[in-house]
């Protein structure tokens, strides 16, 4: 259960299956590309903050995934103790990660942005508050996994159309649902408001920003906290689709990584598209070839647009 | 004098050779293995890290790989450690090499990225193998007397060398962290070392100056991937099984990061300092308190030295000297 693709949970190809030939290919297709487009609006969820911490404001947040499990765990606290609806619990966990965004930027921006020391360094005071976030993380629950329970959990919808059977999971509908919602939401703000014109001008040239009488460490602390405050909701959506365990976010450094650099820097936009792309490869891929292979895909994806294409689809930031 | 640190590595070498040759506690030479191992680990790093400024988060990657090839040539051909171990080297330096040849000319996020993602890639594909035990892993004895070139090494009754594989193999390590201290002390006082800060400097100005920046930098990864390797090669032989949870660990890498950052980076006697203090404190502490708040102490020490003294314990001795 360690891989992030046992969430598709591909039917087994049996003798009995296989000697229906290309109907059941069809239908392993579709499936597989239905599964992967729900999966990516759960990948979007997980990769927007990261666009914003990384791509926006030039923080690499490497621990991103791994407090989406912080979030995850949070979520499964108020559901077993309280009773309380996993995506509702998400919602309101979000202003705490809000808060949480908040202080470590500016512990970032004191101890690394304002004396301009080494871009690297910054770098590793993530590598450690991720590995703090999953000591601390075991150390109070464990390394069991934790579940949680909602009506939409475990039930899915069929429909048979043109002969062919479909089967798509509540929960992975409710995800895409929840997770396509607050990226649009977020799409929307940086597109239109003031604020999120400023926050995308802090990334193309601070200097002007401060001209134009805005501070741009406040723009760039404010986006930062929302960018950290989406884990509230992809925490929750993660444990409503897999079971979760402190190391898991180690599995989706590859995934969120490969979609921000696939998407482009900078691009909102673009991490909604590549997150569809890598949903529905990763999708395909644990289908036709078991699951245990989906963490290659990322990677082959990642190395695949550093290689070639390093400005990634919609980027228009420099790589160098 | 001139050849003051190659008589200083000899010394080291002996004094390792008399710990195996009294015959102390057995747990010495358990908990000395590590400690060794980190001097290795970390001084690899550092070579990279520390006077290129590049992080590679996919230490336990490469030292995986090692470790990995030395199980597949066990299993393929009984091949002995010392064959294990140059093989393991050539295998994780092309992959340093190649993983470099993919992202050096970016950004260096994008490098520290990809080898955060490689570990886990190269887990994924470890899982997926039987003939090196898959996920569950594989257990196998060491040859009894293993034997160079005629010579045999061990020999219980006396007579050889070693008494037993333990002790073999705790000397092998020492050879191989004198020998990447050695390696990482050669690279910093000649101009591959100058060349490397440079780089840490300003890489855009070292390129002009006509620094041929990505060649120094694919020879640092190969080097330091190489190094690597070679500390994971002697891995399995040790634990005499070995699994994918172990070999590609997430302490690993936080390890090698924390060890020259706590050190001192800018010096080979750096990662020394770090890998030794950090070395003994994590074995003492791992016998005496559980083994995550451990590695708590070892996260917030991480933080602490990046945020408040990026200079490490060296750098804080050197000033006071001055």
Redesign the interface.
């Known amino acids: 259960m360690r891989e992030s693709a046992t969430v598709l949970e591909p039917s087994p190809l049996t003798p009995e299956l296989e000697k229906r030939g290309v109907v059941v290919f069809l239908e392993l297709l579709i499936n597989a590309l239905v599964a992967g487009l729900l999966l990516g609006g759960f990948f979007a969820a997980l990769s927007i903050g990261l666009s914003i911490c990384f791509g926006l404001l030039d923080t ?1 947040n ?1 621990a991103h995934p791994t407090l989406i499990v912080a979030a995850a765990f949070c979520t499964f606290i108020l559901n077993s103790t309280f009773g309380i609806d996993p995506i509702l619990a998400g919602i309101i966990i979000t202003p705490i990660f809000f808060g949480l965004g908040w202080l470590i930027y500016s ?1 970032y921006y004191q ?1 690394f942005e304002k004396t301009s ?5 910054g ?3 993530f ?3 991720l ?2 976030t ?3 993380l ?2 109070v629950f464990g390394v069991d996994h934790r579940l949680v329970e909602a009506r939409y959990i475990g039930e899915s919808i069929s429909a048979v159309i043109g002969g062919l059977e479909f089967s798509v999971p509540y929960r992975l509908l409710t995800a895409f649902v929840v997770a396509s919602a607050m990226t649009l939401g977020l799409h929307l703000y940086f597109e239109r408001t003031f604020f999120g014109r400023a926050a995308r001008a802090v990334h193309q040239d601070m200097m002007a920003l401060s001209l134009m009488g805005v501070d741009p460490v406040y723009i760039k602390r404010m986006a930062f906290a929302i960018g950290l405050s989406t884990c509230g909701l992809a925490g929750a959506l993660m444990i409503i689709i897999i079971p979760v365990e402190p ?1 898991v976010g ?2 989706f ?2 995934n969120v ?2 979609i921000v ?1 696939l998407g482009g820097l900078g691009s909102i936009s673009g991490t909604l598209v590549a997150a569809f792309i890598l949903g529905i490869a990763v999708s395909i891929v644990s289908t036709f070839f078991g699951p ?2 989906a ?2 895909v ?2 082959g994806i ?2 695949g647009v ?2 070639f294409k ?1 400005t990634g689809l919609f980027g228009v930031g420099d ?2 | 004098m001139r050849y003051k640190f190659e008589i200083g590595c000899i010394l080291v070498l002996l004094a390792a050779y008399l710990f195996t040759y009294l015959e102390v506690n057995r747990f010495l030479y358990v908990a000395g293995f590590p400690i060794l191992q980190f001097v290795m680990i970390a001084t690899a790093w550092n070579i990279l890290g520390g006077y290129g400024g590049y992080i590679n988060f996919g230490t336990a990657g490469f030292l995986g790989v090692g470790s990995y090839t030395a199980v597949a040539l066990i299993q393929w051909l009984g091949a002995g450690i010392v064959e294990q171990v140059i093989i393991a080297g050539v295998v994780a330096g092309f992959l340093g090499l190649s993983i470099g040849y993919f992202t050096l000319r970016l950004k260096g996020v994008y490098f520290a990225i990809a080898t955060l993602a490689l570990a886990i890639v190269l887990e994924t594909f470890v899982n997926n193998w039987d003939f090196v035990g898959g996920a569950a892993g594989i257990s196998f004895l060491p040859p009894r007397k293993p034997e160079l070139l005629g010579y045999v090494f061990i020999d219980s009754k006396g007579g050889a060398l070693f008494g037993n594989t333990k002790e073999y193999l705790f000397f092998i390590m020492a050879v191989l962290a004198v020998f990447s201290v050695w390696i990482a002390r050669s690279i910093e006082k000649g101009k591959l070392g100058r060349g490397l800060n440079s780089i840490k400097d300003n890489e855009e100005a070292a390129e002009c100056m006509g620094v041929p920046t990505l060649r120094l930098k694919l020879f640092a990864t190969t080097i330091s991937g190489s190094l690597m390797g070679m500390a994971g090669a002697v891995f399995p032989s040790f634990l005499t099984f070995i699994d994918p949870l172990t070999a590609f660990n997430l302490e690993f890498a936080v390890n090698s990061l924390a060890m020259p950052m706590i050190g001192g980076t800018f010096t080979w006697i750096g990662p020394v300092v770090g890998a030794v203090l950090l070395g003994t404190v994590q074995q003492w502490a791992i016998v005496t308190f559980s083994s995550e708040l451990n590695l708590l102490i070892l996260g917030v020490l991480l933080i602490f030295f990046v945020t408040v003294a990026p200079h490490g314990i060296v750098g804080w001795f050197m000033k006071k000297n001055k």
């Open positions: 690499v490497i512990a101890f020391a080494e871009a690297l360094r770098l590793a005071f590598f450690g508050l590995f703090i999953e000591v601390v075991i150390m190391a180690r599995l450094i590859g990584f490969a650099v245990s292979w963490p290659a990322s990677f990642l190395l550093l290689a390093p790589t160098r």
